[in-house]
């Protein structure tokens, strides 16, 4: 009710006001949310806010990046991440996801230039990201090579595996195919 008499006219809620200026409190996290496809499709919408009054501005930043990245607007969350970043180069995560956004957006050489600077935890993510986009964009010779560095990084994680066995059983370069490996590969990810 705004504490304004009973007669009053409703004055815009500050929450919408406070989104219509294009950017965020320090204070407001935005949080990614999937709302069900036929509600998208008329055009309905939901943002989601978490209140955090000591996030400090790399953080948000970075968490706004995350938000950008979840919505697949991967070149906006390489701005936000870079951003971050600058602030306070020791955020964690922080590399490994400007990486990620810059592979997914189609920037492979720069995402491949930061991959080789990171530890094996954080250039995983990255060589997948990598990986994925490689194989949308057809160069499976480069997307195989990416995938066998993702499973060396990590050997436990199952999609590498499923994800070159796919290339190496279905290129339509004949040189790539390979049946048998591919077999092995998924067997190896179905049994671990």
């Given amino acids: 009710h705004q504490g304004l008499p009973l007669d009053a006219t409703m004055q815009e809620p500050y929450l ?12 407001l996290r935005p949080l990614h949310f999937t709302i069900m496809p ?3 499709t008329v055009g309905q919408s ?22 950008l990245a979840a919505g697949g607007l991967q070149e ?26 810059l592979a997914l957006s189609g920037r492979v ?6 991959a080789g600077r990171l530890n094996g935890k954080d ?33 436990e994680e199952t999609t590498p595996k499923l994800e070159l066995a796919w290339l190496l059983a279905t290129s339509e370069d004949a040189t790539l195919r390979n049946g048998a490996e591919a077999l092995r590969l998924v067997n190896e990810a179905l049994q671990g």
């Fill in 16 to 27: 919408n006001r406070l989104l219509s200026q294009k950017s965020l409190p320090i204070w």
């Fill in 38 to 40: 036929q509600l998208a």
């Fill in 46 to 67: 939901v943002d989601i806010f978490e209140y955090r009054p000591e996030q400090r501005p790399a953080e948000s930043y970075y968490h706004v990046g995350k938000y």
């Fill in 76 to 101: 906006e969350a390489v701005q936000a991440f870079a951003e971050a970043w600058k602030r306070d180069q020791k955020l964690p995560g922080v590399e490994r996801d400007i990486g990620v956004s």
């Fill in 109 to 114: 050489s720069e995402a491949q230039a930061l």
């Fill in 123 to 155: 250039r995983a993510p990255v060589v997948v990201a990598i990986a994925r986009r490689l194989s949308a964009e057809g160069r499976h010779q480069e997307a195989i090579e990416a995938w066998r560095q993702a499973m060396e990084l990590s050997p």
